[in-house]
């Protein structure tokens, strides 16, 4: 599985954007059964768990620091996964990353086997 993640950019605070993750060379199996995850790694910090949703697509975690203002949504059809992000703070600038586990829960301590190369989001104050 290739992952790539985009729709990151500049925004002010309070704005919103909307992040991608689109699987690609899913060769065994199908896109359904991996469970995705979205990390953030900030300068100087370590890599962080942001959000994550299950291979059956019901069960969603969530970072403290973004519960209630991000959420993670999938579109099989399309192979994607989406991180919306809504009221961002200057604290959630960083490089956006998303990963995939086969048959996974998408939870931050989940076994994630993909990643993808990140996407930048910078929150201007």
């Known amino acids: 599985v290739q992952l790539q993640a985009s729709g990151g950019g500049l925004v002010q605070a309070g704005g919103s954007l909307r992040l991608s993750c689109a699987a690609s060379?899913?060769?065994?199996?199908?896109?359904?059964?991996?469970?995705v995850g979205w990390f953030r790694q900030a300068p100087g910090k370590e890599r962080e768990f942001v959000a994550g949703?299950?291979?059956?697509?019901?069960?969603?975690s969530y970072a403290d620091s973004v519960e209630g203002r991000f959420s993670i949504s999938r579109d099989n059809t399309k192979n994607t996964v989406a991180l919306q992000m809504n009221s961002l703070k200057p604290d959630d600038t960083a490089v956006y990353y998303c990963?995939?586990?086969?048959?996974?829960?998408?939870?931050?301590?989940?076994?994630?086997?993909?990643w993808g190369q990140g996407t930048q989001v910078t929150v201007s104050s």
């Open positions: 990963a995939a586990e086969y048959y996974g829960r998408g939870t931050p301590t989940s076994a994630y086997a993909y």
């Open positions: 060379r899913v060769t065994f199996s199908t896109f359904s059964s991996y469970a």
């Open positions: 949703i299950a291979w059956y697509g019901r069960t969603t």
